[in-house]
Nanobody
Framework: QVQLVESGGGLVQAGDSLRLSCAASGRTFSLYGMGWFRQAPGKEREFVARINWNGGSTDYADSVKGRFTISRDNAKSSVYLQMNSLKPEDTAVYYC????????????????WGPGTQVTVSS
C-alpha cells in the first residue's frame, strides 16, 4: 500500500522560502512519477509541479514557474518542492501525489495522495 507523508510546511512572510518534503513507501519509488498539488480555502485542488520517474522531466503551473523547483531522490524515496519568493496567494494545503501506474504522472483524476501540509504566507 502506497503511503505518502509530507513535511516542511509552516507560516512565513512574503518573499521567504520553504522546502517541502514527501517521503514515500509501499512500492518501488523510482518507477513512478510524482507531483505536488495545492488547495486554497474555498478553491479546488490545483496542479503545482510534477517530475517524471527518473527526474529527467519536470513541469510547472504558470503561477509558480521560476519560483518553485521540484526534485526527487530515488535513493531516499523522496520528492521535494523548493519554494522561493513566496506570495500570499501561495497560501494553501500542499499535497504530495504519486502516479498509480509506472512511468506515468499523477493528475487530479488519478493519484495517490498524502494528507497534506499547510503553507501560509503572510503579507
Amino acid at each position: 500500500q502506497v503511503q505518502l507523508v509530507e513535511s516542511g510546511g509552516g507560516l512565513v512572510q512574503a518573499g521567504d522560502s520553504l522546502r517541502l518534503s514527501c517521503a514515500a513507501s509501499g512500492r518501488t519509488f523510482s518507477l513512478y512519477g510524482m507531483g505536488w498539488f495545492r488547495q486554497a480555502p474555498g478553491k479546488e485542488r490545483e496542479f503545482v509541479a510534477r517530475i517524471n520517474w527518473n527526474g529527467g522531466s519536470t513541469d510547472y503551473a504558470d503561477s509558480v514557474k521560476g519560483r518553485f523547483t521540484i526534485s526527487r531522490d530515488n535513493a531516499k524515496s523522496s520528492v521535494y518542492l523548493q519554494m522561493n519568493s513566496l506570495k500570499p496567494e501561495d497560501t494553501a494545503v500542499y499535497y504530495c501525489a504519486a502516479s498509480k501506474l509506472p512511468y506515468h504522472s499523477p493528475n487530479l483524476a488519478s493519484a495517490y495522495w498524502g494528507p497534506g501540509t499547510q503553507v501560509t504566507v503572510s503579507s
